[in-house]
């Protein structure tokens, strides 16, 4: 049986009777969980789990009439494929009266060639409003199919390409997966239209792309909108959109993934899309920003996969005490952000939590972002970097850390206290 904190939202419904829906319905609700007073935020806003959906993803070749008897075989009601992408993933609807959710799920998985996830509902930890404006065409930044650019896929709430002055879109025309698909698709509202309605996705984009400017990196983005204007998303939506990224050719250098949700752990199919991707792509997944440790509390996905291509990213909170003694590769001084996830066990390192990002307008902004979301754009960007020397994700990765500052205040809260520095603000000794 899949671990699943099902028991938790069950306690939740009970008490505070939030989860009275129709029997027919999905829940569709946020719900939150209260943990003890040790832990530095009180309340850990957990998925809602559909209880007549399911994920399935065919793993070897099925028929149209080999897919139609398992559906069958499930008391499948209704079945949607991806809005664009191929066609083995599937999202379906099942009678609940003749089998329940997670009666399906395991089933499912007990199938040699099939994996199947719950579906459920979440909404991102950062909530970054930003103001937006529409003036550019979509055609004036498309960036030029180079070589040596390296490829860098943004899975977020989409992108105001306006704020950008340089052509940096990810636009191959020889591969063109969905009808009128120019540069990333929107899997919320099924469509081309990539344009970023919340904000979030904008931000941790321009974080990306100046970090890369600044250091003189060829580059492109493909921005994959999976998060509405609210900040909501749904487990589907995240399986469609990196199943998306993971198809591109040329092949994705870079995904980042600056979101997460609790408590629903090792989910396959996510993970499974990952690890495929090992041999072209790294992905850098956000701690979350709730002050917990997700090894022993309440545990934080996609950070919380065990994936060799996968970097997990906690923050530090800046400061003026923080110095560097560049022998050893040691700094000094380093404060875990009193709101970051932190985890011995799954966290590989801490970068800054807060940044001022500009963003090019009439007023021409300063806007000061902070969250671990940031914290996992600004590691995308330094291993985006490196792909100009190594072609491995291994080696990325490995290199990344290696070279990565050493702090022994960080040593209990990231698999070995390593810190990616923004060294051009830093002290050095």
């Known amino acids: 049986m899949k671990t699943i904190y099902l028991f938790i939202i069950g306690i939740l419904c009970t008490l505070l009777q939030a989860c009275a829906v129709d029997d027919d319905a999905i829940i569709t609700s946020a719900q939150t969980v209260q943990i003890d007073n040790n832990t530095k935020s009180s309340a850990i806003p957990l998925p809602v789990i559909s209880k007549n959906q399911v994920i399935i993803r065919y793993k070897t070749y099925h028929t149209p009439s080999q897919k139609r008897a398992l559906r069958d075989r499930f008391f499948v009601l209704d079945s949607t494929r991806c809005s664009c992408g191929d066609d083995d993933l599937e999202l379906w609807t099942i009678n609940k009266d003749s089998i329940d959710v997670e009666e399906a799920v395991d089933n499912i998985d007990a199938e040699a060639d099939l994996e199947g996830d719950h579906q459920f509902f979440f909404k991102l930890d950062d909530n970054d409003a930003l103001p937006l404006q529409e003036t550019a065409l979509i055609q004036d930044k498309l960036a030029p199919l ?6 860098i896929a943004v899975i977020d709430t989409g992108v105001a390409y306006d704020y950008f002055e340089d052509p940096f879109l990810y636009y191959n025309p020889d591969q063109v997966d969905c009808r009128s698909e120019i540069s ?20 941790v984009t321009k ?54 949700w609790y408590g629903v752990a090792k989910q396959d199919i996510m993970q499974s899309l990952i690890y495929e991707a090992r041999k072209t792509t790294v992905f850098v997944a956000s701690a979350g920003n709730q002050g917990i440790d997700t090894d022993s509390r309440i545990p934080h996905f996609p950070s919380g996969y065990e994936v060799r291509n996968l970097l997990t990213v906690a923050g530090f909170q800046p400061t003026e005490a923080v110095y560097l003694d560049p022998v050893g590769n040691i700094s000094k001084g380093i404060e875990l952000s009193e709101i970051s996830n932190y985890g011995s066990i799954s966290i590989d390192m801490v970068a800054p939590f807060a940044y001022q990002i500009s963003i090019p307008n009439k007023e021409n902004d300063i806007v000061d972002a902070q969250g671990t979301s940031f914290s996992s754009a600004f590691v995308s960007a330094r291993a985006a970097e490196l792909f100009k020397n190594f072609t491995s994700p291994y080696r990325v990765r490995k290199y990344l850390l290696d070279t990565a500052y050493f702090s022994e205040e960080m040593k209990k809260n990231t698999r070995e206290g390593k810190v990616i520095l923004n060294e051009e603000k830093i002290e050095k000794e």
């Open 146 to 151: 180079h070589s040596n650019a390296v490829n």
């Open 184 to 203: 990333g698709w929107d899997f919320v509202n099924k469509s081309s239209n990539i344009r970023d309605d919340h904000g979030h996705g904008t931000l």
């Open 207 to 260: 974080l990306i792309t100046s970090t890369l400017d600044a250091h003189s990196i060829n580059h492109r983005i493909l921005p994959v909108k999976a998060f509405d204007k609210a900040g909501n998303s749904s487990y589907w939506n995240l399986v469609c959109a990196t199943n998306y990224v993971v198809n591109k050719r040329p092949a994705v250098d870079v995904v980042n993934m600056s979101f997460g």
